[in-house]
């Protein structure tokens, strides 16, 4: 009943360029200078309202809604458009599919979309590979514990069962509010000795490292139930 949650945009997919380019125009629309690169970036994986509001003086908050919508609005379009791509990290899909294929339950927890995920997932033909998929569309911003409890409710994991996978220290500070294990990803978007702050129990530097780390995870729990 081994489960492994993935988030999706840094771990899965590297979207970065996708994201600042549909948060520059979102914040060009809005007659505001565009935030730095630097700064979006570290707001990705906070549900889109609040990583706007983030990026926003505290005065200018209540903006924030027109600017996601704003977002969303660029983003669709540069999807239409085909540029820029959300590729794959390297072995990720390859790695998701051993394991679907293993039988171990997988879910995604991101701050991305419905749609987002679905659009994706469907591209590179892991859509089925997936038992459970929570997002920001509705659930609380990370850290808070709920994409997680639900991914387990709806595959009837526990937590000693379920495994974490992410690259920001939201994903981190999610597992440890939801009882689970952290693992973080060392070629995402936060710098890994900010993953350690926030509780990752390991950190792992390419797929391979990391189904090494999911089979050890695996194994301790066929000698736990033993």
Not at 124 to 145: I, N, S, W
Request: aromatic share 4%.
């Amino acid at each position: 009943m081994q489960l492994v949650i993935f988030d999706c945009d840094g771990t899965i997919a590297d979207s970065q360029h996708m994201i600042v380019a549909a948060m520059d125009e979102a914040f060009r629309v809005a007659g505001l200078a565009t935030p730095p690169r630097e700064a979006v970036v570290q707001v990705i994986g906070l549900s889109l309202e609040h990583a706007v509001r983030e990026l926003l003086p505290e005065a200018m908050h209540a903006r924030a809604g027109n600017i996601a919508e704003d977002y969303k609005s660029a983003f669709h379009g540069l999807r239409a458009a085909g540029l820029p791509q959300e590729p794959l990290f390297p072995g990720l899909k390859a790695a998701i599919t051993y394991l679907h294929g293993r039988g171990t339950q997988l879910g995604i927890a991101t701050g991305k979309s419905r749609r987002g995920v679905r659009l994706l997932l469907e591209r590179e033909g892991l859509a089925e590979a997936f038992a459970t998929v929570q997002t920001a569309d509705t659930h609380p911003t990370k850290p808070h514990r709920s994409m997680i409890e639900a991914a387990m409710a709806e595959t009837g994991a526990t937590a000693a069962e379920t495994l974490m996978v992410g690259d920001t220290t939201f994903d981190m500070a999610m597992a440890r509010n939801a009882g689970v294990r952290a693992i973080g990803v060392a070629w995402g978007y936060h710098p890994i000795p900010a993953l350690r702050e926030a509780g990752a129990d390991v950190i792992v530097e390419d797929a391979a490292a990391l189904l090494s780390e999911i089979a050890r995870h695996a194994a301790t729990l066929n000698e736990t139930t033993s």
